[in-house]
């Protein structure tokens, strides 16, 4: 009880920054009102400051022919540039961009100059290989340096990368290699996971089997896990051809709209969505949020975000922000427990990380485990933390703030998408008196917006739908070859206001807390999945007729995935061992889509709640799911039917 009350008071205390914090901030109380003054305005003077461009823009935002909106458009500009060569040139090419450590604790330190060196012979390799401007590439790597090399090498030469998470099936992989026509995949062998190598090159070989666009002319083979892989007349090693190449390579510049990257989403279809983002605006917000929300001094700090590359956390605050801002930071190849639960800590002792951003299901899983295990390490160079990926509790946010950040340094909660390109709600350190469990203010130059479903604004407390009210540089700019999805999945409910499928409500200081997907989205672990996916996916087995899933609140992942299938009449006879059955189709589910997907529990059951127009209730199994009492089934065209799932389910 005492422990609740604690709680509970903390949830509505605020935090002040520290006088010495603020003094020290980046980030100052003139941003937001420069904003508030000329919005456009501002983010061309930090386009400007944070950008080099080759050719200077005169125009900010074209917003003629909503929803394409066009930033900076007559500028020219080359991304890899601005992450690298541009931080050589003014001195800083000693200075260390990347300390990676390898799982098996293999490590290197790789220097500004170095990068750029090794981007330059990457990019000739690329041009070699005949990839062009606008053409495809996709990027299949574990957490090593050679995938930060391979985006870049991609970028410099103003082809597009399509980066797919190293988790993800042969199938996953196939169906993003076909939609996006690659005619480049980068691999590895393989990768370092929880002690064990982790084979890739197979899997690329299996996707490109069942590609049926016969796209892919070439596959680029970096050597890691030393894993035997069968070699093909198209495949190169990455040692033999960058290795050998020139390191002489002269950037051309691009405009200000030229397609950056596609990363796939998980949408309310089977479908993953290609999100498309373009050069400038995009380098500007996530240089702009990087530096101001992470407080970032880059001459003494050293930052660490531990997202993989294959999300777009990996792709904003690992590689496109912290390089533009010429960060020193880590990148660590494993997982948090390998070899030792104290895997993160040891690293941040040992490189005296100062910045921190990762995810609240790995804090909530490090609670679990302990607070004894971070306090063997000193974490004392920490001086600002941050989360990502899903709503942070406020218990969550104490302990990380107590435990982690030794109880006086900033925690800042990052809201944003992958098709928001960087953050767009959250406190700016030293400015923002902090409170936990809300993400807070939008960042200056964002507009942000709550509202009914109608489109009024929802004053007060009340949750509502959060929109973003103007476009701002890093939004998406499409859905690879979709712009119809694009139109009617983000704009067609409120016009030309962005609709995110996010629930929020404001409290009364004006802080906005997030509420969690309001779409068939699910978030697991701060990762995307949509529930239609795994279902097809169901449906795929020989076994099942019928499958409903749904995102049931976990302590540790935050949702999980819970499935209730029917088994064809055929099969339902020769299944006697339903134990069995459900594990198979949860095994089936992780080889489909990838191991994120495996649902925690698949229930086999003999009917499903639906709607007299066939719909299923999912809002009821739901309810089952998280062991609440069944809310209102008078919808349903059997009313008795939950009864009957729930007692199969028990
Ligand atoms: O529901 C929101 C949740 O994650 C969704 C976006 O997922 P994704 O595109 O994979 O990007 C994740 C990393 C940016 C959002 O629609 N989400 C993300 N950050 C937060 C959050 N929910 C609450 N608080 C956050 N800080």
Redesign the pocket.
């Known amino acids: 009880m005492t422990v609740q009350i604690d709680h509970a008071l903390e949830e509505i205390r605020r935090f002040r920054p520290s006088p010495e914090f603020a003094a020290n901030a980046v980030a100052d109380a003139g941003l937001a009102e420069a904003a508030q003054a000329d919005r456009l305005g501002f983010w061309a003077d930090q386009s400007r400051e944070l950008l080099q461009w080759e050719k200077p823009f005169t125009k900010t935002l074209d917003w003629s022919n909503p929803p394409f909106a066009k930033w900076f458009e007559d500028g020219e500009l080359n991304v890899a540039v601005n992450c690298l060569d541009r931080h050589v040139e003014a001195g800083n090419g000693d200075r260390v961009a990347l300390h990676w450590v390898g799982e098996p604790g293999d490590t290197r330190d790789i220097t500004y100059a170095e990068l750029t060196d090794e981007v330059k012979r990457a990019a000739n390799v690329l041009t070699e290989l005949g990839v062009g401007s606008g053409d495809r590439v996709a990027i299949y790597l574990p957490m090593i340096p050679e995938a930060v090399v391979s985006m870049l090498a991609v970028a410099r030469i103003g082809a597009i990368h399509s980066v797919v998470f190293g988790g993800f099936s042969a199938d996953s992989l196939a169906s993003r290699i076909d939609d996006a026509e690659a005619s480049l995949v980068i691999t590895a062998d393989g990768g370092y996971r929880k002690g064990k190598v982790f084979p890739l090159k197979p899997v690329v070989d299996e996707a490109i089997g069942k590609s049926v666009a016969g796209s892919v002319k070439n596959v680029l083979v970096v050597r890691r896990g030393e894993n035997e892989v069968a070699w093909n007349d198209r495949d190169l090693w990455w040692h033999d051809t960058v290795g050998a190449a020139s390191n002489e390579h002269e950037a051309e510049s691009f405009e200000a709209e030229h397609p950056l990257f596609i990363l796939y989403?998980s949408g309310t279809t089977g479908k993953p969505k290609g999100i498309l983002h373009t050069s400038g605006g995009y380098l500007t917000q996530a240089a702009f949020t990087h530096k101001n929300v992470f407080d970032l001094h880059p001459e003494t700090d050293v930052y660490w975000c531990t997202?993989d590359i294959g999300?777009?956390?990996g792709h904003s605050y690992v590689v496109y922000g912290p390089l533009a801002n010429g960060a020193t930071q880590v990148l660590y190849e494993g997982t948090p427990d390998t070899p030792h639960p104290g895997r993160w800590w040891e690293i941040i002792e040992k490189y005296r990380v100062s910045i921190f951003y990762t995810a609240p299901t790995a804090i909530r899983s490090f609670m679990k485990a302990g607070r004894h295990i971070p306090q063997a390490f000193n974490l004392r160079s920490l001086r600002l933390l941050g989360?990502?990926?899903?709503?942070?509790n406020p218990e969550a946010w104490i302990w990380y703030r107590h435990v982690i950040g030794g109880g006086s340094i900033p925690v800042v909660?990052?809201?944003?998408?992958?098709?928001?390109g960087a953050i767009m709600?959250?406190a700016l350190p030293g400015i923002t008196d902090l409170k936990p469990g809300s993400?807070q203010v939008a960042i200056p130059g964002v507009s942000i917006d709550i509202l009914s479903d109608d489109g009024t604004p929802v004053e007060g407390v009340d949750g509502g739908l959060l929109v973003v009210t103007e476009p701002w540089p890093s939004m998406l700019r499409g859905i690879w070859g979709d712009p119809e999805r694009f139109k009617e999945t983000y704009w067609e409910k409120f016009g030309d206001k962005y609709f995110?499928?996010?629930g929020a409500r404001r409290d009364e200081d004006g802080d906005i807390w997030?509420l969690?997907?309001v779409d068939d989205?699910m978030?697991v672990s701060?990762?995307?999945l949509s529930t239609a996916e795994i279902e097809s996916s169901l449906v795929a087995h020989p076994w099942t007729a019928e499958a409903a899933v749904v995102g049931a609140a976990d302590e540790t992942t935050g949702q999980a995935v819970v499935a209730f299938v029917i088994l064809k009449a055929s099969q339902a006879e020769r299944v006697t061992d339903l134990a069995a059955a459900s594990d198979e189709l949860r095994k089936h589910v992780a080889t489909q889509i990838g191991a994120i997907a495996r649902p925690r529990q698949v229930f086999i059951v003999n009917e499903l709640p639906k709607t007299r127009s066939g719909k299923i209730m999912r809002r009821l199994l739901r309810d089952l799911a998280e062991g609440r009492d069944i809310g209102d089934t008078t919808t349903l065209a059997d009313t008795s039917i939950m009864q009957t799932i729930s007692d199969q389910v028990k």
């Open positions: 989403t997202a999300w777009i956390t989360s990502v990926g899903e709503p942070i909660d990052t809201w944003w998408q992958t098709e928001t709600i959250s993400a995110a499928g996010d997030l969690g997907r989205v978030n701060g990762h995307r």
